[in-house]
């Protein structure tokens, strides 16, 4: 226990690694876990039933696992799940979930989350995402692996973000946002495919060429939805090196609930 600053309230039934650091004047409540090489830094809250997992850093002034700002919620034992290796900036704040969804927010592992993120109740954010300050997640949201999104910008509740997509700053995300692409503004506009961030993730020419295929597809030969969907999923047989990534999309497409960014 010696790496619990001595003014850090930590509640009986805590359970907490003896390798985890607790910095001053931090509140711990009692049916919080925290993983090996975790560090929480002073001034921060972490309550509810939340399970944080190994090396994760939260900066100070961050509230983690605070009950949802869903009128509904009743106090039910819900839960704020957290991965590995994650950064969590000042001011950030991560709620539960609520029974009315899946019960629990959950947050995967190396996110890189920046000041005053908001995570909504029953949020779902994958691995490798990058929020910028201020980015505001509804509740219900799910991103998907390497999203990134840029700074002020808010996604509305249920919307999905795929894989790789990129959403610009100040954007208002109202309708679902596709894999692999480059969106922005208010109201959103598609601008292409986020073909730096593939790049920076090893994708090759060939699979980048098949992305773009998909965006025309979907984007600049005026066809509906189903045509592009059918037009997608048939990629999958003339580009075998791309299948996953055609999988990827076909998938995200065959999920939506709000319509689509066009």
């Given at each position: ?24 004047y ?21 309550e509810?039933?939340?399970t ?16 949802n ?12 799940v957290?991965g590995d290796?994650?950064?969590?900036r000042e ?9 009315q ?6 947050v ?6 920046m000041?005053?993120t908001?995570i ?6 994958g ?5 910028a ?5 509804g509740?219900?949201?799910e ?16 919307v999905k973000v ?5 959403v610009?700053f100040?954007?208002a ?15 959103l506009?598609v ?5 730096v961030?593939l ?11 098949v ?10 030969e ?6 592009a969907?059918g ?23 065959a ?8």
């Amino acid at each position: 226990m010696s790496n619990i600053h001595p003014t850090a309230l930590v509640a009986e039934g805590a359970v907490l690694d003896p390798t985890v650091t607790v910095g001053p004047y931090t509140v711990i409540g009692p049916h919080v876990k925290v993983g090996a090489g975790t560090v929480i830094g002073p001034h921060c809250v972490v309550e509810g039933h939340t399970t944080i997992g190994q090396d994760n850093r939260i900066f100070q002034f961050a509230s983690v696992g605070a009950a949802n700002q869903d009128k509904k919620y009743r106090n039910e034992p819900c839960e704020l799940v957290i991965g590995d290796r994650n950064t969590i900036r000042e001011f950030c704040t991560l709620h539960v979930g609520t029974v009315q969804d899946k019960s629990v927010t959950r947050v995967g592992s190396d996110n890189w989350i920046m000041a005053y993120t908001h995570i909504a109740h029953d949020c779902v954010v994958g691995n490798h995402t990058t929020l910028a300050n201020n980015t505001t997640l509804g509740g219900h949201v799910e991103l998907g692996d390497w999203v990134t999104v840029g700074g002020l910008a808010g996604i509305h509740q249920f919307v999905k973000v795929g894989a790789h997509a990129m959403v610009g700053f100040a954007s208002a995300v109202s309708q679902d946002v596709p894999p692999f692409l480059l969106v922005d503004g208010n109201p959103l506009a598609v601008h292409g495919i986020n073909t730096v961030g593939l790049r920076r993730r090893d994708f090759s020419n060939e699979r980048i060429a098949v992305i773009k295929q998909m965006h025309k597809l979907l984007y600049r030969e005026g066809r509906t939805l189903a045509e592009a969907r059918g037009a997608i999923e048939a990629l999958a047989q003339s580009a075998p090196h791309a299948a996953a990534d055609v999988a990827a999309m076909s998938g995200f497409l065959a999920a939506a609930t709000r319509g689509i960014a066009r």
